[in-house]
């Protein structure tokens, strides 16, 4: 038995041909995002953030966040590799996209341009640090009636902490802002009297202090900012459909913590 075949029309053709090409494309597109995901992330770290991240005595990366982070890509399969950047390349490398991932990031908007946050993992309490014996009353001021007295605070400039410190201190104050690379660095200054207090995490600021042998460190009473900070990857590297794997891995990693 014959069976006959129509031949296609030049519109019928044109479409096919079109459909094919997309096809195609689509095709090429997540061969080559799936070969670019299978290689290792590049974590951008700094030395002295512990303990969420810090180099230890073996000379490798090691941290809480760090662990949770390399966990958590664990169950999709990935490595992590750890990249040394100063605060200000960092922040200058973020705001490009050009870090595959970074952790402990505060919300931007600016920054989401170029990169995907992860759903939130911990909460972040910003405060100044100082000694108690030079300076007791500082326990209940805040870090904007030190600048308003000349007092000189030690900070990372290109991180964020709120837009009440951008407006109140760095805008208003900067001139008594000192930007030193590092926490130790910052927390150094400060034991040797080069400033009369620190900005910073709570709990980094309280491991240097320690580290240090700063007897008399405290913490402001009343913090600076307080937010809920995320794993945030550039979105050269990764797209929604793997932002939403790894939240439920994350989701699972925190669980696992919990109980």
Not at 12 to 35: E, P, S, W
Request: charged share 25%; glycine share 6%.
């Amino acid at each position: 038995m014959w069976i006959g075949i129509t031949p296609l029309t030049q519109t019928q053709g044109k479409t096919l041909r079109d459909l094919l090409i997309f096809i195609l494309a689509v095709c090429l597109y997540a061969v080559g995002f799936t070969a670019r995901s299978e290689e290792p992330f590049d974590l951008a770290v700094t030395v002295d953030w512990k303990p969420y991240l810090y180099i230890n005595k073996q000379g490798e990366p090691d941290g809480e966040d760090l662990r949770l982070l390399r966990r958590t890509l664990k169950r999709l399969g990935y490595e992590l590799n750890a990249q040394r950047l100063p605060e200000k390349r960092l922040a200058l490398a973020l705001k490009q996209g050009e870090v595959d991932v970074i952790l402990g990031a505060a919300y931007t908007k600016a920054r989401e341009a170029q990169n995907f946050y992860s759903m939130p993992y911990r909460k972040e309490t910003i405060v100044f640090g100082f000694r108690f014996s030079r300076n007791p009353y500082f326990s209940d001021v805040n870090v904007s009636s030190l600048l308003q007295q000349n007092y000189l605070v030690a900070v990372n400039k290109s991180g964020w902490f709120g837009e009440d410190f951008q407006r109140k201190a760095l805008d208003a104050h900067d001139r008594y802002l000192i930007h030193a690379e590092g926490t130790m660095r910052r927390m150094q200054l400060l034991k040797m009297g080069r400033v009369d207090a620190v900005v910073g995490d709570q709990k980094v600021l309280e491991a240097a202090a320690q580290q240090l042998g700063i007897d008399d460190f405290k913490v402001s009473k009343q913090v600076i900012h307080e937010t809920r900070v995320h794993f945030l990857f550039s979105r050269n590297r990764v797209d929604k459909a793997f932002m939403q794997r790894f939240n439920q891995a994350l989701v699972a990693e925190l669980t696992r913590q919990t109980f």
